[in-house]
């Protein structure tokens, strides 16, 4: 990583989630390390009790890492499996105009395993109800080799 581009992510999380930082450890395990240059020590968090200030914690910390000269790309691979936590996080993060910008989420899935029933579905419809620009949806047929 870029030294320069180091110091400003470094600076933007301390800034977007303060002391609050360690909780996001329990999804990013090495950031730590990679941002810090040392093992950080985790509090104690419970997720469990937490839930509301992991997902705000969460969105700070995509926007403070997710800049429009240093745009991120998020892969969600196999999304017919996601969980109704999972899709709850995903909706926050869709929802956030800032991130539009910045930030490219690529969702992979088994359409023969997505109904229009399915929770991701939904969300994708949701998401279409409130915002001007839907989701690109992208089919790919099986193909042997």
Same mark, same amino acid.
């Given at each position: 990583?870029?030294?320069?581009?180091?110091?400003?992510?470094?600076? %933007?999380?301390?800034?977007?989630?303060?002391?609050?930082?360690?909780?996001?450890?329990?999804?990013?395990?090495?950031?730590?390390?990679?941002?810090?240059?040392?093992?950080?020590?985790?509090?104690?968090?419970?997720? %469990?009790?937490?839930?509301?200030?992991?997902?705000?914690?969460?969105?700070?910390? #995509?926007?403070?890492?997710?800049?429009?000269?240093?745009?991120? !790309? #998020?892969?969600?691979?196999?999304?017919?499996?996601?969980?109704?936590?999972?899709?709850?996080?995903?909706?926050?993060? #869709?929802?956030?105009?800032?991130?539009?910008?910045? #930030?490219?989420?690529?969702?992979?899935?088994?359409? /023969?395993?997505?109904?229009?029933?399915?929770?991701?579905?939904?969300?994708?419809?949701?998401?279409? /109800?409130?915002?001007?620009?839907?989701?690109?949806?992208?089919?790919?047929?099986?193909?042997? !080799?």
């Amino acid at each position: 990583m870029h030294p320069q581009y180091k110091d400003k992510i470094q600076q %933007a999380i301390v800034t977007a989630v303060g002391e609050d930082y360690p909780l996001l450890l329990d999804l990013i395990p090495n950031l730590g390390e990679l941002i810090f240059e040392a093992k950080a020590n985790r509090a104690d968090y419970d997720i %469990a009790n937490s839930k509301d200030k992991f997902k705000f914690l969460l969105q700070r910390f #995509l926007n403070a890492v997710s800049q429009p000269e240093y745009p991120v !790309l #998020l892969c969600l691979d196999d999304i017919q499996w996601i969980d109704t936590a999972s899709i709850n996080i995903l909706e926050i993060i #869709l929802d956030d105009a800032g991130l539009a910008r910045s #930030l490219l989420i690529v969702c992979t899935y088994r359409g /023969d395993e997505v109904p229009h029933t399915h929770p991701i579905s939904k969300l994708w419809q949701r998401v279409n /109800d409130r915002r001007q620009q839907s989701p690109t949806n992208i089919s790919i047929n099986n193909h042997s !080799l």
